[in-house]
């Protein structure tokens, strides 16, 4: 509602669908705001993270690629960590799933 007001109020009509969809294609770290980052077309720091985690460059984060990078989690968290945002049940974390799982995380510290 806030890009349809200040977008409307600087002269840009625009319905709230638009908006909506334009907002649903930019945020691509799935965290419900836009960035002037992801409004500019930049790599977020959660994609940045992502690619690091996906040695192979398949597009998904097996638990073995998790594990050598979080090292301080031990193989029944990240074993959990799977079980809880691994929607789809093939063992890897996309992209969505990754930026949810790191979503709730920060959520829970806060």
Not at 62 to 74: R, V
Request: proline share 1%.
């Amino acid at each position: 509602e806030e890009w349809h007001r200040v977008l409307n109020g600087s002269g840009c009509n625009t319905s709230m669908q638009e908006v909506s969809e334009f907002f649903d294609k930019m945020d691509r770290d799935f965290d419900g705001r836009l960035s002037f980052g992801e409004f500019m077309g930049e790599e977020t720091p959660l994609e940045k993270v992502f690619k690091s985690m996906d040695k192979d460059g398949d597009g998904t984060v097996t638990k073995e690629e998790f594990s050598k990078i979080c090292k301080h989690l031990t193989q029944q968290q990240v074993e959990e960590g799977f079980a809880k945002f691994d929607t789809s049940g093939d063992n890897k974390l996309d992209y969505e799933e990754f930026c949810y799982m790191i979503h709730k995380r920060q959520a829970g510290a806060e």
